[in-house]
């Protein structure tokens, strides 16, 4: 049986006079997983890491932490520790005294404290900084500081609310690495908020997907990108081609389909599928290439390059397709092979595909 750190048993948040921030929830996290809460701003991702923290009740449900039910239980008395996108550190003190700071309150001092305070240091690659006061600090340092001081407490949980949002882009992809390093060498459970999909899905052991106050889907990452559970999911991570399809036929692990534009179809059959039943076939724009003549077999439609990005390593088609509103979206590798020809726009093309690539999903 999974060792279950934190129990979410159907969690509903509901402000005055609001909607529902969170709505249902129900899900566990395991003890030493990094597990992420991602979705659009205003899904309620913070609420429902503020109800773990104790800052924020349920309005129905209960939340256990390490098997104790929680609504009894104040912030301060529960195993677990907050870090914010603000870096909330105090300017005026000392890298030292800012990490020291919660441990003196609880009674901590002399050769424990400093003994405490600089594994701490050692954790986040700051040995030897302990005297920098904290307004001397680069942001990604800061940032690393108040980790240390959430982790020199030694939580069950870390719960992290975009930590890395007030980072620039490089930073924040180097503190993304250290952090995935950090958690897993320290073992401690992280509970990581974010917005940003490769972000999570480059830092996860499971992510829940949230739209709305809904938690949609909850997976390992490659199996969130590559079978996602419904379209809302399947749209929000990452770009895909939705194309509406109708059920011809199904045979032994394999539909035919029929596709606006597209002509026949073939996927994998899911479970329940009945002839005559509409559905959504998706598909990964790297799961696609361009060629210029026509295939003599597989899976391919015929289409005309309406734009195109040069990406360096990789290059952006839209493809507009007869009988579509929307045009196919084609991401296709920088190849040698493929950098002699490139596509240029209005030029007639045939995207093709492996038939296993379709993903089926129910609306
Ligand atoms: N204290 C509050 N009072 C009323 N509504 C709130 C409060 N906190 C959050 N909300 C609302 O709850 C929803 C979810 O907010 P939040 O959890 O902050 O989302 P996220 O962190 O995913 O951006 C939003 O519609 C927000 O306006
Ligand atoms: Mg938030």
Request: aromatic share 6%; hydrophobic share 35%; glycine share 18%.
């Given at each position: 049986m999974a060792d279950n750190i934190i129990r979410i048993e159907k969690v509903t948040k509901q402000f005055a006079?609001?909607?529902?921030?969170?709505?249902d929830a129900h899900f566990n996290v395991e003890r030493g997983e990094f597990f992420s809460l991602l979705g659009?701003?205003?899904?309620?991702k913070t609420t429902l890491l503020r109800m773990i923290a104790g800052f924020e009740f349920p309005s129905e449900g209960e939340i256990y932490i390490d098997n104790q039910a929680?609504?009894?239980?104040p912030a301060y008395q529960r195993p677990t520790n907050m870090v914010f996108?603000?870096?909330?550190?105090?300017?005026?003190?000392?890298v030292f005294d800012n990490i020291a700071y919660g441990l003196r309150k609880s009674g901590l001092s002399g050769g424990e404290l400093k003994r405490r305070v600089n594994e701490a240091l050692g954790m986040i690659k700051?040995?030897?900084?302990?005297?920098?006061?904290?307004?001397?600090?680069s942001g990604g340092q800061r940032q690393r500081v108040a980790l240390a001081r959430a982790l020199v407490k030694r939580p069950k949980v870390l719960l992290l609310d975009?930590?890395?949002?007030?980072?620039d882009k490089k930073l924040r992809e180097e503190m993304q690495i250290e952090l995935r390093q950090l958690q897993k060498s320290v073992g401690i459970t992280f509970v990581f908020v974010t917005h940003d999909q490769e972000e999570a899905l480059s830092m996860s052991d499971r992510i829940a997907v949230m739209v709305k106050g809904k938690v949609l889907q909850i997976a390992p990452p490659q199996e969130l990108y590559?079978?996602?559970?419904?379209v809302e999911v399947a749209s929000f991570i990452g770009s895909i081609n939705l194309i509406d399809v109708t059920v011809k036929s199904v045979g032994a692990g394999e539909a035919v389909l029929d596709g606006a534009g597209f002509g026949q179809l073939r996927a994998r059959a899911i479970d329940d599928l009945k002839a005559g039943e509409k559905l959504v076939a998706a598909v990964r724009p790297e799961k696609l290439a361009l060629v210029s003549s026509r295939p003599g077999s597989g899976s391919f439609v015929e289409g005309t390059v309406k734009a195109s990005a040069y990406l360096g390593d990789r290059s952006h088609y839209h493809v507009f397709v007869k009988g579509r509103t929307t045009p196919i979206y084609v991401a296709a590798q920088n190849a040698e092979r493929a950098m002699t020809g490139g596509f240029d726009t209005a030029k007639s093309v045939y995207v093709t595909w492996d038939w296993q690539s379709l993903i089926l999903l129910r609306r």
């Open positions: 006079g609001g909607a529902k921030a969170v709505d659009p701003s205003g899904c309620g929680s609504s009894l239980i996108q603000s870096y909330a550190i105090f300017p005026h003190l000392n700051l040995d030897g900084f302990g005297a920098r006061r904290g307004d001397q600090l975009e930590p890395l949002g007030a980072l590559e079978a996602p559970g419904n």
